[in-house]
T-cell receptor
């Protein structure tokens, strides 16, 4: 079954404690992206990757890091989480160069709370 | 200016009635795609329907149709014969094909409309 898998689904952590949210897809997609969803703001792009070792900032990259060492995995790293990073996070993937007609496959979401 | 505007934060609709969720967009691109996603209370994002900027016919997928009015830059989602399971958050999104953003297959989302179906 084609899917994007995020872990964990829920996470409560304390300010400053480094964490990683994993994302893995089984569709051999080149393009992967992270979004955060906040009430009243919709989903906003954090980082994206066009292929292995190719990553770039989205609209709200501050406080986040990513890496793309393998095609299937695209982890999101919060080196020093702060309460304003409390949010619902989504990983998404799609074929690269699929054009504007291509929808994205989304993971199930990770609800992060930083206290 | 907002690229995607959803002006209805919340809607209540009687079961079996049709419902229209509004979406207007802003782009200078000629080529773009418009999407609707459903987010139930469990949180996942479910793709519903797609409309391309060059498509002359309005998209339909089962009970979902997209009322595309290009000159008005609107892409409203119509759900016919609503069901209790349609209660969810609905997001309109756009993907542009502009060269300045080449390689970033980004979806730009609206703020969403929370739809509640009343039995």
């Amino acid at each position: 079954e084609a899917q994007v898998t995020q872990n964990p689904r829920y996470l409560i952590t304390v300010t400053g404690k480094k964490l990683t949210v994993t994302c893995s897809q089984n569709m051999n997609h080149e393009y992967m992206s992270w979004y955060r969803q906040d009430p009243g703001l919709g989903l906003r792009q954090i980082y994206y990757s066009m292929n292995v070792e190719v990553t770039d900032k989205g609209d709200v990259p501050e406080g986040y890091k990513v890496s793309r060492k393998e095609k299937r995995n695209f982890p999101l790293i919060l080196e020093s989480p702060s309460p304003n990073q409390t949010s619902l996070y989504f990983c998404a993937s799609s074929r690269q160069g699929g054009g504007y007609s291509l929808s994205a496959f989304f993971g199930q979401g990770t609800r992060l709370t930083v206290v | 200016a907002q690229k995607i505007t959803q002006t209805q934060p919340g809607m209540f609709v009687q079961e079996k009635e049709a419902v229209t969720l509004d979406c207007t967009y802003d782009t200078s691109d000629q080529s773009y795609g418009l999407f609707w996603y459903k987010q139930p209370s469990s949180g996942e994002m479910i793709f519903l329907i797609y409309q391309g900027s060059y498509d002359e016919q309005n998209a339909t997928e089962g009970r979902y149709s997209l009322n595309f009015q290009k000159a008005r830059k609107s892409a409203n989602l119509v759900i016919s014969a609503s069901q209790l399971g349609d209660s969810a958050m609905y997001f309109c999104a756009m993907r542009e094909a502009k060269l300045s953003n080449f390689g970033n297959e980004k979806l730009t989302f609206g703020t969403g409309t929370r739809l509640t179906i009343i039995p």
